[in-house]
């Protein structure tokens, strides 16, 4: 698990400096310029994720199982992971009030899907990933309430509503086909 701990640590902890490390961050920005600190930061979080995807890949073939499966979790699961792509959705369609009243979905998305993750699995790989996706969730999302609320259109019922039928569908396309296509788990068991 030291591939996946060291790809979280990098992952994770560039994607934690505007929230914990607000002037180190700006720091790094004045000496590297806004593009040469996209640039960093964009290699930090590719090696980052290439080692989390490789390590928890490495760790599934050992799993070190923590507590029996509970019976019911991947189903509830299943809708948390709705509400999740609903919230990911969010992020991208246009003057929905979804966005307007929770004003960081992203953050909200990645906090659902980790603790959908965490109840439906019970290996020490799954709870260091989606454990730590979930600390650093809270810790983001906490740091963005206290910045001010970012500007966003006005919602409309249109926007909204595109953006239920859009998190419906990536759910869909997930839970019935991609997730077993890149994974090789259904997670509804087919």
Known sequence: MTW????????LGIHLTQALAPRWRQA???TLGPLGWKAFY????LIGLVLIVWGYSLARQQPAVLWPALRGMN??????MLVAMVLMAAVYVPRNHIKARLQHPMT???KVWAFAHLIANNTAADLMLFGSFLVWSILVFRAA??????????????GTVATVVLGVALWAAF????HAA?????????
């Open 175 to 178: 839970a019935f086909w991609l």
């Open 4 to 11: 996946l701990s060291l790809g979280l640590a990098l992952f």
């Open 145 to 158: 309430r206290r910045r001010p609320a970012p500007a966003v259109a006005a919602p409309t019922a249109a």
């Open 108 to 110: 909200l998305s990645v």
């Open 28 to 30: 790094r920005i004045a």
């Open 182 to 190: 890149w994974l090789g788990i259904a997670p509804l068991g087919r």
């Open 42 to 45: 964009s290699v930090v979080a």
């Open 75 to 80: 189903h509830a699961a299943a809708t948390l």
